[in-house]
């Protein structure tokens, strides 16, 4: 089983730029299809995006298409959420998780959740 371990989070202003980290370790760590979640202030976790274990497919949500662009360098067991052009309401906690179930998008296909890193966006 995968720990993971979320980084790069922070205060930006809107229209600014952050690129999240995961760090992954485990036996099968390079070989795992991820995601990207966030947790805004007092609403349910939601999917942003998820990448195969190759890096061949990508899903995005919505809201995030065009602005964000998930990635990953498995030499170095990390998984990178690049995100532009931030709006107010891409506030949240985000997390990355391992997919171990059928679905690209729906938390409960996903596990081995890190802690979250904090993103704020001010106007």
């Known amino acids: 089983q995968e720990q993971l371990v979320e980084s790069g989070g922070g205060l930006v202003q809107a229209g600014g730029s952050l690129r999240l980290s995961c760090a992954a370790s485990?036996?099968?760590?390079?070989?795992?299809?991820m995601g990207w979640f966030r947790q805004p202030p007092g609403k349910e976790r939601e999917f942003v995006a998820s990448?195969?274990?190759?890096?061949?497919?990508?899903f995005y949500a919505n809201s995030v298409k065009g602005r964000f662009t998930i990635s990953r360098d498995n030499a170095k067991n990390t998984v990178y959420l690049q995100m532009n052009s931030l709006k107010p309401e891409d506030t949240a906690v985000y997390f990355c998780?391992?997919?171990?179930?059928?679905?690209?998008?729906?938390?409960?296909?996903?596990?081995?959740w890190g802690q979250g890193t904090q993103v704020t966006v001010s106007s």
């Open positions: 998780a391992a997919k171990v179930g059928g679905s690209w998008f729906d938390p409960e296909s996903f596990g081995s």
């Open positions: 485990g036996r099968t760590a390079s070989t795992s299809n």
């Open positions: 990448i195969s274990w190759s890096g061949d497919r990508t």
